[in-house]
């Protein structure tokens, strides 16, 4: 059902720089993730922003912070409370009457965000 929330061609590059290709891709490296290093993890995720392109194009930010990595993934910067963050955007299309992901981009944060 995952898999369900993106087009059949969609692109998603990874926090480390990986580019999965089409639904199926996406899907089945999430189901490995889940399956292996990321069996027992935990996701808090914040909508940071959301901005309509056109009636068709809309772009959401989100805020991710995943808890239960042992160890860590590679190139994964964990924070105090030993969570891994990363920024997700999404780019998601109207095609008909459904809306889903048409392209994902997920970056490790380095270090905590800076007071606002």
Request: charged residues 20%; proline residues 9%; aromatic residues 8%.
């Amino acid at each position: 059902a995952y898999g369900m929330a993106y087009w059949e061609d969609a692109e998603l590059v990874d926090p480390t720089g990986a580019i999965w290709s089409g639904r199926e891709a996406i899907r089945d490296m999430h189901v490995a993730l889940w399956q292996g290093p990321g069996v027992g993890t935990r996701v808090a995720a914040t909508v940071r922003r959301v901005r309509k392109l056109s009636p068709t194009l809309l772009i959401a930010d989100l805020d991710i912070a995943v808890s239960g990595f042992d160890p860590p993934p590679p190139g994964a910067f964990p924070h105090s409370d030993g969570s891994v963050r990363t920024h997700l955007k999404h780019v998601i299309e109207k095609r008909g009457d459904d809306w889903k992901i048409l392209a994902s981009q997920n970056t490790f944060v380095a270090t905590p965000p800076l007071a606002r």
